[in-house]
């Protein structure tokens, strides 16, 4: 199972995010679980980083971890430009455990 814990900030600001675990939907190259949240969570980190120039910082590791800081100064515009990208990942990413939750959980910190 692919486990997800966003961590929020008392306002309710994204500060941070990580991935770890495997699908397990199906052989690996064939699971499209795995795949789906790995285009939206890289995807989303490559969106913060092209569209507002800020460099997150991330973890990588093994069994599909992945953890990303956002920086905690950034200028009001930037900060609400990034926390769009950020909701927009989740959203996805709900949707992707609403059709398949056998295999991604996600929990909010």
């Known amino acids: 199972m692919i486990k997800i814990t966003i961590n929020r900030s008392e306002t309710g600001m994204i500060q941070s995010f990580i991935v770890s675990g495997h699908a397990e939907f199906a052989d690996p190259g064939e699971d499209i679980v795995c795949a789906g949240i790995s285009a939206v969570s890289f995807g989303s980190v490559n ?44 959203i996805s990413l709900q949707t992707i455990e609403r059709d398949y939750g056998n295999y991604i959980k996600i929990n909010f910190r």
């Open 47 to 90: 969106s913060i980083i092209g569209l507002t120039g800020i460099e997150p910082v991330i973890e990588q590791g093994e069994n599909g971890f992945l953890r990303c800081e956002i920086p905690g100064d950034l200028p009001v515009e930037t900060q609400e430009k990034v926390q769009l990208l950020l909701e927009g990942m989740v």
